[in-house]
């Protein structure tokens, strides 16, 4: 059986779909990680549990 590593996110709002992320599975912990376009969407869906983080 393989392992998931990684699962995609989206997001359904009124016919429009959003590739918000992705799940990371990396050793032993979850992680998750925004895509790029989604950022400069400014869609936050949860700007205190998931912040936009800018390095």
């Given at each position: 059986?393989e392992?998931?590593?990684n ?28 895509h790029a ?19």
């Open positions: 059986m392992r998931i590593s699962i995609l996110v989206s997001l359904n709002i009124e016919g429009m779909t959003y590739d918000v992320g992705e799940l990371v599975f990396n050793n032993q912990l979850i992680y998750f990680r925004y376009d989604f950022i400069k969407s400014g869609l936050n869906l949860s700007p205190i549990r998931l912040p936009f983080l800018f390095c």
